[in-house]
């Protein structure tokens, strides 16, 4: 089964870190640009439930999974507790920054209501999808220096730290997966994961794009040129989706797993940087 590719020797670490306390959040924190800041801030207003439904939808079908599985859905669990508790402080800093987020948070909300009658194979069916979507993302993050140049290096370190666990655990909800559906023909789990992530996709986007129009709306950035501006941030420079659809496609091909591409090194590269940062502060500190 393809839950073998996952590295015998992969480590999850859940690091327990906190960024932003007492911090000052600029209102268009990455380098000044608001479309930019738009994307991120929509995106981080979905983190605190839907990370919380991640975890809901692994954790149901923890029983009976393999030792090594088993001890990687705890971890997974632990990492995604830290990741929405970060995003709920820098929700709230996007809030006194000025924004009204409330909207965008009832919207998450409201789609999250309507899989409490599913079924839950469904439901982490959507967890799986989703979480190719955080992985490849993260890696955008950690391996192109342009996505976050600029920004507040407080909140840079944020996103990377969240974007490197992204990577490290990237594999549990598709393993999960494969043991939930280990009775199921592989064409049913291959019609059933891509019929749901092409679902998933359009969901996606289409509330990304509305998040940040609501968003900027308060910047009093609309109409026409609003909305140019959002598609040339998407497919254009940098290309925010465009740059995702190779990764996203893989997901359609037999015998994909996400750890087809081991990317640990970004881990590392991350990890390292981090370090580096932070360092002097200690030093100065101490």
Not at 12 to 36: C, E, M, N
Not at 118 to 125: E, T
């Amino acid at each position: 089964m393809n839950q073998d590719k996952t590295p015998v020797d992969l480590t999850i670490t859940p690091r327990d870190r906190r960024f932003g306390r007492g911090h000052a959040q600029k209102r268009w924190w990455l380098a000044g640009d608001p479309i930019a800041t738009a994307f991120y801030n929509a995106l981080s207003i979905t983190f605190p439930r839907g990370e919380a439904f991640f975890v809901e939808s692994v954790r149901a079908h923890r029983d009976g999974a393999p030792p090594k599985l088993e001890k990687e859905i705890n971890a997974f669990i632990k990492q995604e507790v830290n990741h929405s508790r970060e995003h709920v402080s820098f929700n709230k800093r996007v809030t006194e920054a000025g924004y009204d987020i409330r909207h965008l948070e009832q919207v998450v909300i409201d789609s999250l209501e309507m899989t409490k009658d599913r079924a839950q194979i469904l439901n982490l069916a959507v967890t799986m999808a989703l979480e190719h979507y955080t992985a490849i993302m993260a890696q955008q993050m950690l391996q192109d220096d342009r996505v976050f140049r600029g920004a507040d290096p407080e909140l840079v370190h944020m996103w990377r730290w969240h974007a490197m666990e992204e990577i490290e655990h990237k594999g549990v909800a598709y393993d999960t997966w494969l043991h939930a559906t280990k009775d199921w023909s592989r064409w049913k789990r291959w019609k059933v994961k891509s019929i749901m992530m092409l679902l998933v996709s359009r969901n996606f986007w289409i509330n990304r794009v509305k998040g940040m129009a609501y968003l900027l709306k308060q910047d009093g950035i609309e109409g026409a040129g609003m909305w140019l501006r959002i598609t040339w941030f998407l497919l254009g420079k940098p290309g925010a989706l465009r740059r995702l659809l190779p990764s996203w496609s893989a997901f359609f091909l037999p015998g994909f797993h996400p750890w087809n591409h081991d990317d640990r090194k970004l881990i590392a590269l991350a990890e390292s940087e981090y370090e580096a940062a932070i360092t002097p502060r200690a030093a100065v500190a101490a």
